[in-house]
C-alpha cells in the first residue's frame, strides 16, 4: 500500500524557473512531512520539513506548501539553478507513534538546464 | 567525523550467498533504520531498532535479518540472496526528528 503518492516522476527546468513536485497522503495520522535532496552517488539529505499546524514553510529558494483538508503537501524550488539537479522525495510519519519511521514517496528526478 | 559509514561501498554476490551490509554510527543515536531503494519505488524501510538489542520489522523485512548488539552498529544480513534484492541498501540513524543517511552500499546479486 503506497501511503504516500508524489508527482511528476521526473521534471525539467530552465534555469531561473520555478520546480513543483506533488505530494499525496492517506494516513490522517501524519504529523510531519520532510523533504529529502538526493545527489547521485549520495544517500538523502533533509532540505527542509514542516508540521501541520502551519500552510507554509520558506527557507531560502524552498518553501513547503501545506494543505491539510485535501492532504497534500507540495515543494517550491524558486530561482531554480543547475546545482539543484537532484532526485527529491517526500516523506511523511508520526512522530510519536512511528519514532519517525518515513514513508517515502516514490521520487522526483529534477533537472535544471542551464 | 564520518557520521554514518556503509560498508562494502559496492558488492557483487551470487544467488543464494549471505551477504552482511555493516552499518557504524557515531552518533550514539539511539533509533537506526535500514532502507532500499529501488527505482519506481522510493525508499522502503526493511527493519529498524529503537536501540541496542530492540528490532522491528518495516515494509520490506523478507529474506532480510538485523542484529544489534552495540549502539553503534546496526548490521544487515541477507540470508540467501535472490535477485530481487539487487538494489542500494542505505543505513540511517535518527538524531531529534530527522533521519539521517549514510551513503549507500550498492549491491548487485546475480
Known amino acids: 500500500q503506497q501511503q504516500v503518492k508524489q508527482s511528476p516522476q521526473s521534471l525539467i527546468v530552465q534555469k531561473g524557473g520555478i520546480s513543483i513536485i506533488n505530494c499525496a497522503y492517506e494516513?490522517?495520522?501524519?504529523?510531519?512531512f520532510p523533504w529529502y535532496q538526493q545527489f547521485p552517488g549520495k544517500g538523502p539529505a533533509l532540505l527542509i520539513a514542516?508540521?501541520?499546524?502551519?500552510s507554509e514553510k520558506k527557507e531560502g529558494r524552498f518553501t513547503i506548501s501545506f494543505n491539510k483538508s485535501a492532504k497534500q503537501f507540495s515543494l517550491h524550488i524558486m530561482d531554480s539553478q543547475p546545482g539543484d539537479s537532484a532526485t527529491y522525495f517526500c516523506?511523511?510519519?508520526?512522530?510519536?507513534?512511528?519514532?519517525?519511521?518515513?514513508?517515502f514517496g516514490e521520487g522526483t528526478q529534477l533537472t535544471v538546464n542551464p | 567525523d564520518a557520521g554514518i559509514t556503509q560498508s562494502p561501498r559496492y558488492k557483487i554476490t551470487e544467488t543464494g550467498r549471505q551477504v552482511t551490509l555493516m552499518c557504524h554510527q557515531t552518533?550514539?543515536?539511539?533509533?537506526m533504520f535500514w532502507y532500499r531503494q529501488d527505482l519506481g519505488h522510493g525508499l522502503r524501510l526493511i527493519y529498524y531498532?529503537?536501540?541496542?538489542?530492540?528490532?522491528d520489522k518495516g515494509e520490506v523485512p523478507d529474506g532480510y535479518v538485523v542484529s544489534r548488539s552495540k549502539t553503534e552498529n546496526f548490521p544487515l544480513t541477507l540470508e540467501s540472496a535472490t535477485r530481487s534484492q539487487t538494489s542500494v541498501y542505505f543505513c540511517?540513524?535518527?538524531?531529534?526528528?530527522?533521519?539521517?543517511f549514510g551513503e549507500g552500499s550498492w549491491l548487485t546479486v546475480v
Open positions: 540511517a540513524t535518527r538524531g531529534g526528528n530527522t533521519i539521517y
Open positions: 494516513n490522517t495520522a501524519f504529523d510531519y
Open positions: 514542516i508540521r501541520p499546524d502551519v
Open positions: 516523506a511523511a510519519s508520526n512522530v510519536e507513534t512511528s519514532g519517525s519511521r518515513l514513508t
Open positions: 552518533w550514539s543515536h539511539s533509533y
Open positions: 531498532s529503537a536501540a541496542a538489542d530492540i528490532t
